[in-house]
């Protein structure tokens, strides 16, 4: 039931050495894999993953309610390099979409079968009260106030805050506390915000998404754009020479990301952690990693789960 890269531990070495950014679909000879006995084929997973046939889980699960629907709603972010990004066959790729693609194909949902909805930050949690996503995986930090109207499982990754500035660094920011009244972009109902007005006095320029800060950096509105290190480390690598991370992307916060679903679904919440444990251990969590953010970043140690 175990959802199992088709590549061997020496195709996951190769897949280190090589990662190019585009998801894995052939072994470790090149070649495409063979068809299985179903005829299905594991190139027809954009990251590699092995589809559960038939699962079962208890009656009345979640579990149960989406495997047997065969399809399921995650949301993600559409603008973020590395984690959440639409590409030009109009499909999100990214670490955030290849752990989500982890779920799903645990349940036994193909990768084709999966409903993206664009979340921002500000409405991760309405959504998934609202029931218009059974998850997010979406960048999104674990905390005391957000647990008051969701649930996460996790953590699976800890990321940063840093700052990012125009390339040279004109305004000559060497960290926050450099940017005390000063504009800086950020995204409204992102911890991120929160901290840099609420820490250091920033005077905020807020937006929905962190794309729409981009042009406020380069036409000098702000002085910075500050989100999670690794959101930033996506713009820079997308935009080459036109941005640098302030202190080589130190951080000054942690960002512990979770993976958000109802509040009270301990059943879903523990077969998610389940799945993330297994995939920290098989070497599934690495080659995700490897084919989408390790591009650009190195591969993190595998966090340790958060089962409250
Ligand atoms: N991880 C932070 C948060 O959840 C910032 C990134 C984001 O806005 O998605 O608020």
């Known amino acids: 039931m175990r959802s199992k890269l088709m590549i061997g531990a020496a195709a996951l070495s190769i897949l280190a050495l090589t990662a190019c950014g585009g998801p894995a679909g052939t072994s470790s000879t090149g070649e495409p894999d063979a068809p299985d006995e179903t005829g299905a084929s594991s190139t027809?997973?954009?990251?590699?993953?092995?589809?559960?046939?038939?699962?079962?889980?208890?009656?009345?699960?979640?579990?149960?309610?989406l495997a047997e629907g065969g399809t399921i709603r995650i949301g993600t972010k559409f603008d973020q390099p590395l984690f959440g990004l639409v590409g030009p066959d109009g499909k999100p790729e990214g670490f955030d979409v290849a752990i989500g693609?982890?779920?799903?194909?645990?349940?036994?949902?193909?990768?084709?079968?999966?409903?993206?909805?664009?979340t921002v930050s500000a409405n991760r949690e309405t959504f998934i009260e609202n029931g218009n996503v059974d998850l997010v995986v979406a960048t999104y930090t674990i905390n005391d106030a957000r647990k008051e109207k969701i649930?996460?499982?996790?953590?699976?990754?800890?990321?940063?805050?840093?700052?990012?500035?125009?390339?040279?660094?004109?305004?000559?920011?060497?960290?926050?506390?450099?940017?005390?009244g000063q504009p800086v972009c950020s995204v409204e109902g992102s911890t991120p915000a929160a901290t840099i007005v609420d820490e250091y006095g920033a005077q905020l320029q807020a937006t929905d998404a962190y794309s729409n800060c981009l042009d406020p950096l380069r036409n000098g509105q702000v002085v910075a754009v500050t989100t999670d290190n690794v959101i930033l480390a996506?713009?820079?690598?997308?935009?080459?020479?036109?941005?640098e991370l302030v202190g080589d992307g130190a951080t000054f916060t942690e960002e512990p990301y979770g993976i958000g679903l109802t509040k009270g679904d301990d059943a879903f919440r523990t077969f998610i952690n389940d799945t993330l444990e297994a995939s920290?251990?098989?070497?599934v969590y690495d080659s995700l990693w490897e084919q989408t953010a390790g591009v650009v970043l190195p591969t993190p140690d595998a966090p340790t789960l958060d089962r409250y």
Request: net charge negative; aromatic share 14%.
């Open 101 to 118: 693609s982890l779920i799903a194909a645990e349940l036994g949902i193909p990768f084709d079968s999966i409903e993206w909805v664009e």
């Open 234 to 243: 996506g713009f820079v690598d997308q935009n080459a020479g036109e941005f």
């Open 280 to 283: 920290f251990e098989d070497g």
């Open 44 to 65: 027809e997973h954009p990251y590699g993953l092995e589809v559960a046939e038939s699962p079962e889980f208890e009656a009345g699960s979640t579990m149960a309610e």
């Open 151 to 180: 649930d996460f499982a996790g953590p699976y990754y800890f990321a940063g805050q840093a700052l990012m500035v125009q390339a040279g660094n004109p305004a000559g920011i060497e960290g926050p506390d450099d940017v005390s």
